[in-house]
Nanobody, 121 residues
Framework: QVQVVESGGGLVQAGGSLRLSCTAS????????MSWYRQAPGKEREGVSC???????YYADSVKGRFTASRDGAKNTMYLQMNSLKPEDTAMYYC???????????????WGKGTLVTISS
């Protein structure tokens, strides 16, 4: 049974940092496209980052230069280091694993339940 479980969310002041983790079971993170998505209240879910099996990483324009996605095969975990956080980064953050990265989430097959990130101004 495949599971991806997020952790690391919380309440942080603007300008601060957080690191999210996504721990997988039933799949190997190095073999899958691994993504972070987020959904703010009243808004549609949007892609934040995606790491391909070959290691290439894509970011949404809104987080480029501030967020860094990475993965640790030994721990079978993906991370999202978030720096210079802004109130508009407030959202539920979801981890997803799938076949390929893309402009939509059609390539994602497995989803976590999310971890809440709240940025205060």
């Amino acid at each position: 049974q495949v599971q991806v479980v997020e952790s690391g969310g919380g309440l942080v002041q603007a300008g601060g940092s957080l690191r999210l983790s996504c721990t997988a079971s039933g799949l190997t993170v190095d073999d899958y496209a691994m993504s972070w998505y987020r959904q703010a209240p009243g808004k549609e879910r949007e892609g934040v980052s995606c790491i391909t099996p070959s290691g290439k990483t894509y970011y949404a324009d809104s987080v480029k230069g501030r967020f860094t996605a990475s993965r640790d095969g030994a721990k079978n975990t993906m991370y999202l280091q978030m720096n210079s956080l802004k109130p508009e980064d407030t959202a539920m953050y979801y981890c997803a694993a799938g076949r390929f990265c893309g402009a939509t989430d059609v390539g994602m097959d497995y989803w976590g339940k999310g971890t809440l990130v709240t940025i205060s101004s």
